[in-house]
């Protein structure tokens, strides 16, 4: 059975890095039919994609966010990473980490998901 | 960036009848060299993550029952419940992955009547 599990903290001040961490289980981060990505969920508000990661490493992010976040793979650990740098109250969110069905070369349908983790950006 | 607008924002349907959603995209999610509507519908139940229903505008992923229907083409689709029952009541989101960002809709809440 396929498990995602974000962690990481839960408070960030404004104007410092958002890091965040997503464990699987029941696959392998090296699976070349699959992305892994992030997306989030503002309190009250709708979903927004972050951006994905392919075993190879090559990254997709969304073009709003794409100059403050870094996805990143650390396949020895099967975890991958998100960092949000400059982050300000409309950081705060409610961040999955899922599994992405790809398609000619990109990460597409989110099929498995985290439970996902509130992250508050507050002084 | 395509914008996902989907309609109602909220409807309450009796146990056993049928709900239906909307969701138009500002341009067409269409992909004509392989015909494919990069389209996604998304359950989303209280304190829960999303849950991948219906990829590619109609194709129900395994598992998901066959009274949830996607349908539609270009710009304009609908996902359909029919026969409601109690543990359909969530927020149901559509996702276009065509271009990026992969945007999505603004949600709409089904409830029992």
């Known amino acids: 059975q396929l498990l995602l599990q974000e962690s990481g903290p839960r408070l960030v001040k404004p104007s410092e890095t958002l890091s965040l961490t997503c464990t699987v289980s029941g696959d392998s981060l090296t699976n070349s039919d699959f992305f892994w990505g992030w997306l989030r969920q503002p309190p009250g508000k709708g979903l927004e994609w972050i951006g994905g990661?392919?075993?190879?490493?090559?990254?997709f992010y969304n073009p709003s966010l794409k100059s403050r976040i870094t996805i990143s793979l650390d396949t020895s650990k099967n975890q991958f990473s998100l960092k949000v740098n400059s982050v300000t109250a409309a950081d705060t969110a409610l961040y999955y980490c899922a599994r992405h069905i790809g398609d000619s070369g990109w990460p597409r349908f989110s099929d498995y998901w985290g439970q996902g983790i509130l992250v508050t950006v507050s002084s | 960036d395509f914008v996902m607008t989907q309609s109602p924002d909220s409807l309450a349907v009796s146990l056993g009848e049928r709900a239906t959603i909307s969701c138009k995209s500002s341009?067409?999610?269409?992909?004509?060299?392989?015909?494919?509507?990069?389209l996604a519908w998304y359950q989303q139940k209280p304190g829960q993550p999303p849950k991948l229903l219906i990829s590619?505008?109609?194709i129900r992923e395994s598992g998901v029952p066959d009274r949830f229907s996607g349908s539609g083409s270009g710009t304009d689709f609908t996902l359909t419940i029919s026969d409601l029952q109690a543990e359909d009541v969530a927020v149901y989101h559509c996702q276009q992955c065509l271009n990026n960002p992969f945007t999505f809709g603004q949600g709409t809440k089904v409830e029992i009547k």
């Open positions: 341009q067409s999610v269409l992909y004509s060299p392989n015909n494919k509507n990069y």
């Open positions: 990661i392919y075993y190879s490493r090559t990254t």
């Open positions: 590619w505008a109609s």
